[in-house]
């Protein structure tokens, strides 16, 4: 079968090389204008072109069946089985009576983990100060934008450690909304603002700042 379509191959190439000649040889029959000879003359040397490298795809056909006829046939490779391996679980050590069990966490939990802490170190408060004649609670920060982008009404307060009072009220402002600013690239300063009802907090009140999973105690107002 091989030799066969080597066979026809070379035919192939017989056929296209007098092709090629007969394209070369056949000339205009009457007289042509400069514009029709030059279309004509870029015809054909399209044609020749296309001609050759049908004729260079057909020699290396050709070739190759030819080499492969000669080589011995190899046996064909056994599959090799993928193993896909499992989602990663807590795997509980077996201990005895008595004792708790252990559970190791994989490592990609570990990771994650590690990458909140990351993200937790990065965040700086700047203060807690005043806005609006002491109306406002305003609190500057420097966090990572992913991080901060978190913040909003629910997961923000500020907390007086003296009373326990928690001040958690986000104010919305006409065409602004709510006065959180998420700072959009790093080091860029942001802030959160806070209704201070019945101006609670005051200048050198000790409070706690909560930002989303951020905590910072023992802060005093300026």
Not at 35 to 44: G, S, V
């Amino acid at each position: 079968m091989r030799w066969s379509n080597g066979v026809f191959l070379v035919s192939l190439l017989v056929f296209l090389a007098a092709l090629v000649g007969c394209n070369s040889a056949v000339g205009p029959a009457k007289e042509q204008s400069i514009p029709e000879q030059a279309a004509l003359e870029a015809t054909a040397i399209i044609q020749r072109a296309e001609a050759t490298a049908l004729v260079l795809q057909a020699q290396a056909k050709a070739t190759a069946l030819i080499q492969n006829a000669d080589a011995p046939s190899a046996a064909p490779a056994e599959a090799t089985p993928t193993v896909v391996p499992r989602a990663a679980q807590p795997t509980r050590v077996a201990t005895p009576p008595g004792v708790a069990s252990l559970v190791v966490v994989p490592r990609a939990t570990l990771s994650a983990a590690a990458t909140d802490n990351a993200s937790l170190s990065q965040i700086e408060l700047l203060d807690v100060s005043f806005a609006a004649d002491g109306k406002y609670i305003y609190v500057p920060f420097k966090a990572p934008p992913s991080v901060a982008r978190q913040w909003r009404q629910g997961n923000v307060s500020v907390m007086d450690e003296a009373t326990g009072t928690i001040y958690n009220g986000v104010p919305v402002a006409p065409l602004i909304g709510p006065l959180i600013a998420h700072p959009i690239h790093a080091g860029q300063i942001g802030y959160v603002m806070l209704n201070n009802d019945n101006l609670g907090i005051k200048s050198g009140s000790v409070v706690t700042v909560v930002l989303g999973d951020f905590k910072r105690e023992h802060v005093t107002v300026k």
